[in-house]
């Protein structure tokens, strides 16, 4: 944590006076009024949640709601959108995460994303895992064997390919290339994952075995993910929040949201009546 | 005219294309060997060249050619690919990057005899070095560039923006990845822009002609100090490339053996930029199993 704080003091001191409101220490991520634009087109209107620390949330709602958004700009990856802007703030560790200041290369590190279909870089399985450690210089060949040992197995990989880590990940089948992606993400020992539709590219045998890992995963991280799949949202997650038109219509529980939600319209999208 | 009868005289034509094209390869190919094949012997090319007596070699001008092709390459792939770097992942889309673009393409359309007469006025003239190789390769860095940056831009650019995405959402900033994942997923794109920058290096002879001139010192193959001007390996020294010696010998070549000199070296060019392809095609598909761990 210790170079992303550094680096931005200034932006500390302007949120720090909101730190004692109330018991926070199970929050990891507190979104204040955020709204987010692609040019003059407003994707994500005044959203405020918070999420927990250690536990999973899941954005559902229809394509184009901007749940996908939201996420993207959570480790700031809408910034490579030359015509993004935002407004509001989410604040993890007291810092604003939309900050200029920040920075965004050392967030993305402790925030990672899996994408919705696999991207594994055209590199052996071995280099996929290292080619981010490298970066942050760490070195040595028992080293680095140890933390792709461990990442493997935290993503479910390893017995898989233990035996041929030097072939192309290219070679590794859809499901497997999306462990392989969680896997290099775990490596960097990120705080939150956020996973954008991480399943919804593979067959059901792969999309089980992905969701049995998030499950798994929760115990050590923090995790968000958009889905479209229901019962991916109520099986895994602890907290659902419903997106439609850019806002947040519920938040609340996963079990209420799937069993007795409170407006209406996150009822008729559920039980899919739309969307 | 239904759709099926339309289809199929579309073929037809794309057909007859491709064979004209193959043919006249085929037919150009064959003229040069068999005229230029009978007249290649061991002797050929090692023996110097001799302006006006029978039996002259190509031995320095086949030297040359490589030589020079290799000082360009080293100028040109670094500067291309930069340039391509910038104009695919840091130039803002604006009138700035337009006008510089325009720039390429018009730099890239240059007659190479102009770039050969702006050669004599600065390499050889201006900077007092007279005809050299380094001339000449500069020469053919200012004729090779926009084609290296343009194609190295969009080799760039067809890599799939998800790898790209990856790279920075573990925390790795832009030039790493660019380094590390970018441009080794566009290094076959660029080693053909490469092996076409050098093709046109093998046969270029107007920008050389004032450049790296048309004679060859007297070169002791032993001597490898590149700064004895006895030396292959000087690179201020004048120097003749086999497409300059062709020019030469079919212009105002006065020995009685012109003809067969002219085939024989041709000739050997074509079989050189052959054998040059190849290699570096070889090479270039190994280094890239090699960074993709791919079969």
């Known amino acids: ?275 | 005219m239904n759709s099926k009868v339309a289809d199929r005289i579309a073929t037809g034509v794309f057909i007859a294309i491709a064979t004209i094209i193959v043919l006249v390869l085929i037919g150009l190919f064959s003229f040069i060997l068999f005229r230029g094949v009978p007249q290649i012997s061991w002797d050929f090319i090692t023996t110097t060249s001799s302006t006006v007596r029978e039996g002259g070699g190509i031995r320095d001008q086949l030297f040359n050619s490589f030589y020079i092709l290799f000082i360009t390459m080293l100028i040109t792939v670094p500067l291309g690919v930069l340039g391509g770097v910038y104009m695919a992942e840091y130039a803002k889309p604006g009138k700035i990057t337009n006008f510089i673009r325009s720039c390429i393409e018009l730099l890239a359309s240059l007659p190479s005899i102009v770039v050969g007469m702006f050669g004599l006025l600065i390499f050889v003239n201006s900077t007092g070095w007279g005809y050299t190789i380094i001339g000449g390769a500069l020469a053919l860095t200012i004729f090779n560039i926009p084609v290296m940056v343009r194609v190295s831009e969009d080799a760039i650019r067809s890599v799939p923006n998800v790898q790209k995405e990856a790279s920075l959402a573990l925390g790795i900033n832009h030039w790493h990845t660019i380094k590390t994942v970018i441009l080794p997923s566009a290094f076959p794109g660029i080693l053909t822009g490469a092996i076409l920058a050098s093709g046109r290096v093998f046969g270029e002879a107007a920008a050389l002609l004032f450049t790296a001139g048309l004679s060859t010192p007297r070169l002791d193959y032993m001597n490898w100090n590149p700064f004895s001007t006895t030396s292959p390996l000087n690179i201020f020294r004048p120097a003749e490339t086999l497409s300059v010696h062709i020019w030469a010998v079919n212009t105002n070549g006065i020995m009685p053996d012109v003809e067969a000199i002219a085939d024989g070296s041709s000739a050997i060019l074509v079989l050189s930029v052959l054998f040059f392809n190849l290699t570096a095609r070889f090479v270039g598909s190994a280094v890239h199993r090699k960074i993709t761990a791919s079969k």
Not at chain 1, 164 to 191: E, K, V, Y
Not at chain 1, 206 to 225: C, G, M, R
Not at chain 1, 237 to 247: P, Q, V, W
Request: glycine share 6%; with cysteine.
């Open chain 1, 1 to 275: 944590m210790g170079m992303l704080k550094e680096k931005v003091d200034k932006s500390k001191q302007k949120t720090s006076d909101k730190k004692e409101e109330k018991d926070q220490s199970e929050l990891i991520l507190r979104v204040n009024d955020l709204s987010i634009y692609y040019g003059s087109n407003q994707a994500v209107k005044n959203i405020s949640f918070d999420i927990e620390k250690n536990s999973i949330t899941a954005l559902i709602g229809p394509s184009g709601c901007g749940k996908s958004t939201f996420l993207r700009s959570v480790n700031r990856m809408n910034d490579l959108i030359p015509i993004s802007h935002n407004q509001g703030e989410i604040i993890y560790e007291d810092l604003n995460i939309l900050d200029k200041n920040i920075d965004v290369i050392a967030l993305r590190k402790e925030i990672g994303m899996v994408f919705q279909k696999p991207n594994p870089f055209p590199k052996s399985i071995y280099n996929n895992i290292t080619h981010a450690l490298r970066f942050y210089g760490i070195k040595g060949k028992k080293r680095l064997d140890a933390i792709v040992e461990e990442s493997l197995r935290k993503a479910a990989l390893w017995d898989e390919v233990k035996d041929r880590l030097d072939q192309s990940a290219f070679a590794l089948s859809g499901g497997q290339q999306q462990r392989l992606c969680i896997a290099r993400t775990l490596a960097m020992q990120p705080n939150i994952l956020l996973l954008d539709e991480p399943a919804s590219a593979l067959d059901p045998v792969s999309n089980a075995k992905i969701e049995e890992l998030i499950f798994e995963l929760k115990k050590d991280y923090t995790i968000v993910i958009v889905t479209h799949n229901m019962q991916q949202a109520s099986r895994v997650s602890d907290k659902t929040a419903f997106f439609l038109n850019g806002r947040i219509v519920e938040y609340d529980d996963t079990e209420t949201i799937f069993t007795n939600p409170s407006v209406k319209e996150t009822e008729d999208y559920i039980s899919g009546r739309f969307g």
